[in-house]
């Protein structure tokens, strides 16, 4: 048993990067003052949020006026989804999406249907890549609102928003996409992509938890999510999270500098990863398009085995990963993106994501792929259902 | 969110294995969540002499399944049949509550199994 | 001019404690793993939250299962309310309310009446105080909610909340209390108190910002305010702010310890403060209560000033503090809350806010008085409508 | 949030006062705040010679008063009408958007005490 943990679940969320951290302290300490205030305390605090704004705004190719701070992807989710439907809902009252978006947009959707609006769910393809045209198809008359998100969080697979805000903006139709996953993995610019709503989440790229980001593009239509008292420009309201604010902006300035550094390490050492698994373990898969997906992501699926058990074992040997298994969830449902990629849910169940991050090394995989086939063999031996 | 007993059941399951020619077999599933247990054993004179399993499953399925092994292992059916997923639990102290349904799938498979035998008693 | 800055704004945002901090830190740094995750870095920051949360119930004399942790204040507010009003809707549509909320109710409240709610705002007494008889008028047949905040953030007055939801309980109306000012400063006890929600938020007793709590009565109808993952049992979706809930944990239990102490000491320098400032200065009113406020609260008017103005120059004196004034707030309209205790406009507009803290001495104090007098007199030889 | 500029003029606000026989006084009030500016102006030969002001309002309002009177000391009347609130706030380094109202105090006395005086002499 390895001392030192390996981290593989990056997706799940990232550690704070030293640099960003220091940029947090003093907000932490001596800086408290409310940025609402007049005196000087507060007006530090004001500025450290519109530097951090700056920071944003700059790394999508956006305006800074605007980006707007929020307690994390989900409340950008929520708010992007609720605010511009109901904003909305006097020109229509259908929506589109796709069958892999994360919880955080389905749930939102979910209740929006209860409340009386449609949803369109979007198949996607058996590689985890939505198809443009099935977008397309899915508009009527009365479809005021699309959202894909950019990248997908368990199979990794990046998703062809250009093409698909090309559509909407001919209809005249309000795109979002959830570039949680995406941010600091692949260049993103707001303005190329022609998108009005994007969502972002600081603790997916080495910033802290609990704040986020929503992009929106001047003129879009949308209610303000959390009312009260007149921050962010009255769109969103409550005490400002300035440490996080300004870690979230340090995270995002540091992740864009070093983006094609970052990826074209964490590419490698990924294809040796799926190469690795691909050649040593039997029964297996590989979830989501083989190219297509991001940098950090490889998610595959043995049969025979169950995933829980698989991240209990794993996790025996300082290895932390993550399953789209039934048994690691609450709800009992194996991950609906494996299922909507058109695995049967015993396939579903025996999955394993590994997300990788910049400490991880060359190293790190060869350890992996050491115990990996033991732990799955274990396993299988254990399984009713395994002949070998 | 699993005890210390859980996870060392899980990490050293108890009787793992299948036994050639079991007096009764079983397997059963876990609807909720797809999981299979199998289970094998061995009884002379109504007493389980010998008790083996193979699981596919999460961490509680598999050390449900090693714990109940062992609490009806040297028990006549009887016996046997009194142990219910509570106690099962219990010796494990206790579940995540997600997971409590993990422990039935232990309960019926005993029961799956002497069932079995007593089946295969009377067609002898 | 003092070198040091005199911080008399602790309604607007305490800094954190040493102790809180210091118990934040390993989950900014080593301890980063998502709560949701299987592993041992996931399964401790788990529990962490689950300690905190244990804190916050033992410190409400709450239930573990009842405290919920949100992005502070304001998300709070706005579930409590568009939460349950939409989840018991099929009860009825009116909701009773008071006039002097903060803007994090009232905003949710306007929204709610924009969809199809009623509103009744009961008038404050003079003193500040919502009169308990004035509720109950108020209650109609279709009355599901009643909101009153359980201390003012302006001038600190301390309401009825007991007897208020007595009533509530008598015609089985929902009670939320908001008790973001509340908390820290005089004792709660969510069962004495018979109420069905509370608010709380961490940045007003030492703890960091942009992290809070709602404590929902077992039982009570309320659907989800933020939806996504199943985070906080399915009822507030969003990966975890973990230090950011070990902080408020940390803090609300050592706020609680000391609340005796704490509150004692800082009625001392309260009482002085009011004594000294309406004892040397002409034309001035303590708004709210003199003796049914928090301990740390003292609000004047001041004729003949304006509030901003006030500030600057108390901040150039090195003293933070706040004012209703109308200047210093985006929306130019005077504090409302002292509209509604009956102030004139004009004298609403020279308002000043000291809420004290536990730094605070009787110099800080004696500070005060000495360069308050000056700095009225000044901006009064300025007003045109002054005649010394 | 405020310039240095308009801090300096906030802190050290020049013509603070009032002129005893003004030649045109005019006192204006900002509807959107409540705030007050009255402004007194000694003319000579067309020429604006002194100018003081005492004002009850915010920083901004403060600010605004003390470098407008600084603005138009010394000029002639016309040039003086042509003084707007646009030019007042360059003159500070700008303002918040939401304290752009308050230079427009500024002006509004300026024109008011001019016009004021303007009827006196027609008067006279
Ligand atoms: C694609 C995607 N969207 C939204 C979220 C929600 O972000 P957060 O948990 O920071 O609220 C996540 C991560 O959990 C995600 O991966
Ligand atoms: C009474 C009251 N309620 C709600 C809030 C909102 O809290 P937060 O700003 O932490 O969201 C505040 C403070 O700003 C408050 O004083
Ligand atoms: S048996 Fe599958 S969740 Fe436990
Ligand atoms: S004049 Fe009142 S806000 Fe500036």
Redesign the interface.
């Given at each position: 048993m390895k001392e030192k943990i390996i981290y593989f679940d990056h997706a799940a969320t990232t550690p704070i990067k030293k640099e960003v951290l220091e940029e947090m302290i003093p907000y932490l300490t001596e800086q408290y003052g409310n940025p609402s205030t007049i005196y000087k305390l507060g007006r530090e605090a004001k500025k450290a949020i519109e530097l951090a704004r700056e920071r944003v705004a700059k790394a999508l190719n956006a305006d800074i006026e605007e980006i707007y701070f929020t307690s994390g992807g989900t409340e950008s989710d929520n708010w992007a989804l609720k605010g511009t439907a109901l904003a909305n809902r006097d020109k229509g009252r259908h929506i589109i999406t796709t069958t892999i978006e994360h919880h955080a947009v389905l749930n939102p959707l979910k209740y929006l249907e209860k409340i009386g609006f449609e949803v369109t769910y979007v198949p996607v393809e058996p590689n985890g890549i939505v198809d443009p045209n099935k977008i397309k198809e899915a508009i009527r008359e009365d479809t005021i609102l699309i959202s894909v998100m950019l990248a997908n969080n368990e199979i990794g697979t990046i998703q062809p928003i250009k093409e698909i805000a090309k559509i909407a903006k001919e209809r005249e139709i309000i795109i979002h996409t959830d570039a949680v996953q995406a941010v600091g993995q692949i260049p993103i610019n707001v303005k190329d992509l022609g998108i009005d709503l994007l969502s972002l989440s600081a603790h997916k790229f080495y910033g802290p938890k609990g704040v986020g980001a929503l992009y929106i593009r001047k003129g879009t239509r949308i209610h303000p999510f959390l009312q009260g008292g007149a921050q962010e420009r009255n769109k969103r309201a409550g005490t400002e999270n300035v440490a996080g604010i300004v870690g979230l902006g340090k995270a995002i300035e540091i992740a864009n500098k070093n983006l094609n550094e970052y990826a074209s390490k964490l590419q490698k050492l990924r294809d040796k990863l799926i190469d690795g698994v691909l050649s040593k373990i039997d029964y297996v898969r590989l979830n989501g398009d083989r190219y297509q997906r991001l940098p950090n992501n490889a998610n595959f699926s043995f049969e025979f085995v169950e995933g829980e058990s698989l991240l209990l074992l794993l996790d025996t040997k300082g290895i932390a990963a993550s399953s789209g298994s039934a048994c690691t969830s609450g709800s009992l449902e194996p991950s609906h993106v494996l299922l909507a990629i058109g695995l049967e849910p015993e396939v579903a169940h025996g999955s394993l994501r590994i997300t990788l991050g910049e400490d991880n090394t060359e190293e790190d995989i060869d350890y992996l792929l050491e115990v990996l086939p033991e732990i799955v063999s274990k396993l299988r031996e254990m399984s009713p259902l395994y002949e070998s | 969110?699993y005890s210390e007993k859980v996870?060392e059941h899980?990490?050293n399951?108890r009787n793992?294995g299948e036994i050639e020619n079991a007096d009764g077999v079983a397997?059963v599933g876990n609807p909720?969540?797809?999981?299979?247990?199998?289970m094998y054993l061995k009884i002379e004179n109504g007493v389980i002499v010998d008790v083996k399993f193979?699981?596919?499953?999460?961490?509680?399925?598999?050390a449900t399944s090693s714990i109940a092994t062992e609490m009806i292992k040297g028990k006549t059916i009887e016996e046997a049949l009194k142990i219910t997923n509570k106690a099962v639990t219990e010796a494990l102290d206790g579940l995540p509550p997600?997971k409590l349904?993990?422990s039935v799938l232990a309960e019926e498979a005993i029961k799956a199994a002497i069932e079995d035998y007593l089946n295969k008693q009377k067609n002898k």
């Open positions: - | 969110m996870l899980f990490m399951p793992v397997q909720k969540c797809g999981d299979v247990m199998k193979k699981t596919l499953g999460c961490g509680a399925a598999i997600n349904h993990c």
